[in-house]
């Protein structure tokens, strides 16, 4: 079966860039997501179609996809932004998550 | 404004059954796919299953540890997602997610609505 691996954990000082990155065989050619999930809360669609933003999320998110990796970026991060995220993609038959990464804003 | 929220999680016996349902507004459900989404305690995301659209006849997918034991389906004119749940392990702990994709969700599928979580414990 299709995995993703995400790192554990990052940190990252306020006002700097997080990058969080989402591994996984040929990933760059399927299309990923990214969910942000605060404690005690559903998940919160960020990134979609690798780089897009539904409406209502900041701009500080962004994401990439290519070759093997897919990462979500947040520029300017913010204390609010602390959270589970994980990213999404399509194993064929079904979505597949990776194992999400716990984002600290420290 | 999209809607989505679950009910029927509670306290099981390892062996017997559940149903949960995932009631949904603001959106004409019978064209969207519906997502199953389980979250361990402490841990990721995992699908559990979904149920295409109507359109898609309604196709469904399984993760491999629940097929053959969990059963989903719908009713669209209620606007409601089922998810039966049948000999249940204790390993089926967890909050359970009903979310929205897109009519057939295929390669480029997202889920852009989730429910709050209904908390389903199996334990003895």
């Known amino acids: 079966s299709y995995e993703l691996i995400q790192a554990p954990s990052v940190s990252v000082s306020p006002g700097q860039t997080a990058s969080i990155t989402c591994s996984g065989d040929?990933?760059?050619?399927?299309?990923t997501s990214w969910y942000q999930q605060r404690p005690g809360q559903s998940p919160v669609l960020v990134i979609f179609?690798?780089?897009k933003r539904p409406s209502g999320i900041p701009e500080r998110f962004s994401g990439s996809n290519s070759g093997n990796t897919a990462t979500l970026t947040i520029s300017g991060t913010q204390a609010m932004d602390e959270a589970d995220y994980s990213c999404q993609a399509w194993d064929g038959r079904k979505v597949v998550f990776g194992g999400g990464t716990k984002l600290t804003v420290v | 404004d999209v809607q989505l929220v679950e009910s029927g999680g509670g306290l099981v016996q390892p062996g017997r059954s559940l149903r949960l349902s995932c009631t949904a507004s603001g959106f004409t459900f019978g064209d969207y796919a519906i997502n199953w989404v389980r979250q361990a305690p402490g841990k990721g995301l995992e699908l559990v299953g979904f149920i295409r659209s109507k359109a898609y006849s309604g196709a469904t997918e399984y993760v491999a540890s629940v097929k053959g034991r969990f059963t989903i389906s719908r009713d669209d004119s209620k606007s409601i997602a089922y998810l039966q749940m049948n000999s249940l392990v204790t390993e089926d702990t967890a909050v359970y997610y009903c979310a929205r994709g897109d009519t057939y969700c295929g390669g480029d599928c997202y889920l852009d609505y989730w429910g709050q979580g209904t908390l389903v414990t199996v334990s003895s």
């Open positions: 179609q690798d780089t």
């Open positions: 040929k990933l760059g050619n399927k299309y």
